[in-house]
């Protein structure tokens, strides 16, 4: 028996800007390195540091870039930014906005400590050795590997990723990948490896339903994409979604859409395919 899986998408509308990648410097500097900017950045810059310390003045701002940090810097502001105790090793990216890290809600003209280095000096050595070699699509590369720089940066410094529980990410796609299963709570609590009271807890605070109420969903999604693109018939469905009968299922389909199974597929076969339901 078979089943479809529910489509995974971005429903909600909204303009996601994105990091044009201009260059990126590895600079490895002592005392002599000192450079002077006047009119500041031609564009938005961003600094990371993995050896020694550096510091950076714009305006009437200092600021201390060292080992382990991250620094935006915007454009247009007179800088000056050299080498402190003889050892600074850094990576300097320029792109043409800073609207995706505002998006993203990354601090602009602060320092920021990571724990992410290890993984953003890997992001910054892929970029340069697409850039050095050239292989079919390495402009675009450059651009995906910016924008996963910035993202890694986002999901440490993101507080809802704080209180997200990401001990059930395993369970949430465990269950959205076998829905065709019949799920044991208690089993998913063994899974979990929380207590069921934490469990449920949480749980809830993540997809705002129980896990049974979430699970239902997640199958009568699945029941509806397979109404919309098969020819299986409703007892069929019911079966491989492990509900207790077609009337269960089509009682339960018809609380959650307002139509019964049936009606669903004859309005869908009719042809008003923007019904939304």
Not at 91 to 102: A, G, I, K
Not at 113 to 139: H, V
Request: glycine letters at 4%; proline letters at 4%; one cysteine or more.
């Amino acid at each position: 028996m078979t089943y479809m899986n529910i489509p995974y998408g971005i429903w909600e509308k909204s303009d996601i800007p994105l990091c044009n990648f201009i260059s990126i410097w590895k600079v490895q500097a002592n005392d002599s390195y000192q450079v002077s900017k006047g009119e500041g950045f031609n564009a938005p810059g961003l600094f990371i540091t993995y050896k020694g310390e550096g510091t950076l003045s714009q305006s009437t701002d200092r600021y201390k870039l060292h080992a382990g940090s991250y620094f935006f810097v915007q454009e247009a502001i007179p800088s000056t930014y050299r080498c402190q105790n003889d050892d600074w090793k850094f990576y300097f990216l320029d792109f043409n906005s800073l609207d995706m890290p505002h998006f993203l809600q990354l601090p602009v003209c602060e320092v920021v400590s990571t724990g992410k280095l290890t993984e953003a000096i890997q992001l910054c050595e892929r970029m340069i050795d697409n850039l050095i070699a050239q292989p079919t699509g390495y402009a675009y590369s450059a651009n995906m590997l910016l924008q996963e720089v910035l993202l890694l940066f986002a999901r440490e410094q993101s507080i809802a990723d704080t209180f997200r529980h990401t001990e059930l990410n395993n369970i949430l796609i465990y269950m959205h990948k076998n829905i065709d299963k019949p799920f044991r709570i208690d089993e998913l609590v063994k899974k979990s490896g929380l207590s069921r009271t934490s469990f449920f807890k949480r749980f809830r605070s993540i997809t705002g339903l129980s896990p049974s109420s979430y699970i239902l969903k997640l199958k009568l999604e699945s029941a509806k994409a397979s109404l919309d693109t098969t020819n299986m018939s409703v007892k069929e469905i019911a079966s491989s979604l492990h509900f207790y009968d077609e009337f269960h299922f089509s009682k339960l389909f018809k609380r959650s859409y307002g139509l019964s199974p049936s009606a669903f597929r004859r309005l869908k076969n009719s042809g008003q395919q923007h019904v939304t339901l």
